[in-house]
T-cell receptor, first 114, second 113 residues
Framework: AQKITQTQPGMFVQEKEAVTLDCTYDTSDPSYGLFWYKQPSSGEMIFLIYQGSYDQQNATEGRYSLNFQKARKSANLVISASQLGDSAMYFCAMRGRNTDKLIFGTGTRLQVFP | DAEITQSPRHKITETGRQVTLACHQTWNHNNMFWYRQDLGHGLRLIHYSYGVHDTNKGEVSDGYSVSRSNTEDLPLTLESAASSQTSVYFC????????????FGEGSRLTVL
């Protein structure tokens, strides 16, 4: 069975600092995809970044990067130069081989303070 | 612009009543999903569909049903609402190409009294 674990219920970071949100996963599929979503207080789910299990390089999207360590089964999200608008819930998710459904972790609430 | 819309956005109902949450997408995606979001549980998959007339159960499907009669719509029905089904419900759709990320509706907050 596939599982996503986010062990940090909440994180604080000062504006302009970098922050890492942890995500570990468990799967027996040789091919899978990893995703991060942001959910601001308004409630919508915003796709941030994707990493394929066979991708050689870590994914980056602007200030977001995914620190993918396959052997450790971790897919941590790194946000550089945090902004007040980054305050939100962040969800890690995984898609296995031969399926298009996503399995989500329980989320990490990030609060950015001035 | 393509979008995915849910209705109603907020609903209060009583235990035992039937409730239907609508989901409509204009992305022309074959894949559609219903999740519920509860504190401490993240998003859990209720039902999903990979195309017209296809439906599949997710991890928390008891008490829910879906039907897919066209590409655009996947309504979620609670046959007999229970207080445990008080939650925020998200509909999502996605393509089978590219990364396969899901696009989410804005959510429907359901309260069962």
């Amino acid at each position: 069975a596939q599982k996503i674990t986010q062990t940090q219920p909440g994180m604080f970071v000062q504006e302009k600092e970098a922050v890492t949100l942890d995500c570990t996963y468990d799967t027996s599929d040789p091919s899978y995809g990893l995703f991060w979503y942001k959910q601001p207080s308004s409630g919508e789910m915003i796709f941030l970044i994707y990493q394929g299990s066979y991708d050689q390089q870590n994914a980056t999207e602007g200030r977001y990067s995914l620190n993918f360590q396959k052997a450790r089964k971790s897919a941590n999200l790194v946000i550089s130069a945090s902004q007040l608008g980054d305050s939100a819930m962040y969800f890690c998710a995984m898609r296995g081989r031969n399926t298009d459904k996503l399995i989500f972790g329980t989320g990490t609430r990030l609060q950015v303070f001035p | 612009d393509a979008e995915i819309t849910q209705s109603p956005r907020h609903k209060i109902t009583e235990t035992g009543r039937q409730v239907t949450l609508a989901c409509h997408q204009t992305w022309n995606h074959n894949n559609m999903f219903w999740y519920r979001q509860d504190l401490g549980h993240g998003l859990r998959l209720i039902h999903y569909s990979y195309g017209v007339h296809d439906t599949n159960k997710g991890e928390v499907s008891d008490g829910y049903s879906v039907s897919r009669s066209n590409t655009e719509d996947l309504p979620l029905t609670l046959e007999s609402a229970a207080s445990s089904q008080t939650s925020v419900y998200f509909c999502a759709s996605g393509s089978t190409t590219g990364a396969g990320e899901l696009f989410f509706g804005e959510g429907s907050r359901l309260t069962v009294l």
